[in-house]
């Protein structure tokens, strides 16, 4: 059997090494996080790459079922921080805590131009296939 897509690599040290190197375009897309069921029907996508001012709730973890606005998304360690997600330190102050875009269902999204035409592409593109299953 061949492989389906040659620029992967299905050994795990060098997969391990290929996420961890990532530039940051391709962390932006590793980085997606799934859409909660009213948007997945409205615009017909189930994932899309987080950003900040993106409104979240956690589904995974100690934190699951808060919910907050995105502040800040950190490529480099492949979290995000979400507003009042956060914990005290032995000092009193007060840090965010990092959490996976797969752990978070977006509930709002930021809007802009180029969000919309991400979000009409990837439906179009939907559309087509669903077609083209009906065909065969």
Do not use: F, W
């Given at each position: 059997?061949?492989?389906?897509?040659?620029?992967?690599?299905?050994?795990?040290r060098?997969?391990?090494?290929?996420?961890?190197?990532?530039?940051?375009?391709?962390?932006?897309?590793?980085?997606?996080?799934?859409?909660?069921?009213?948007?997945?029907?409205?615009?017909?996508?189930?994932?899309?790459?987080?950003?900040?001012?993106?409104?979240?709730?956690?589904?995974?973890?100690?934190?699951?079922?808060r919910?907050?606005?995105?502040?800040?998304?950190?490529?480099l360690?492949?979290?995000?921080?979400?507003?009042?997600?956060?914990?005290?330190k032995?000092?009193?102050?007060?840090?965010?805590?990092?959490?996976?875009?797969?752990?978070?269902?977006?509930?709002?999204?930021?809007?802009?131009?180029?969000?919309?035409?991400?979000?009409?592409?990837?439906?179009?593109?939907?559309?087509?296939?669903?077609?083209?299953?009906?065909d065969?």
């Amino acid at each position: 059997m061949t492989k389906i897509n040659t620029s992967l690599h299905s050994s795990r040290r060098k997969s391990r090494k290929a996420h961890y190197r990532a530039p940051s375009s391709v962390r932006r897309v590793i980085m997606s996080a799934p859409l909660n069921k009213e948007l997945r029907e409205k615009y017909n996508v189930r994932s899309i790459p987080i950003r900040k001012d993106d409104e979240v709730i956690i589904t995974r973890g100690s934190n699951k079922g808060r919910e907050g606005k995105v502040t800040s998304v950190y490529r480099l360690k492949y979290v995000v921080h979400i507003e009042r997600v956060s914990r005290e330190k032995s000092n009193g102050q007060s840090v965010p805590i990092g959490i996976h875009p797969s752990n978070c269902a977006i509930i709002k999204l930021k809007l802009d131009k180029d969000r919309e035409n991400i979000l009409e592409r990837i439906k179009k593109g939907r559309e087509i296939k669903a077609k083209a299953k009906e065909d065969a």
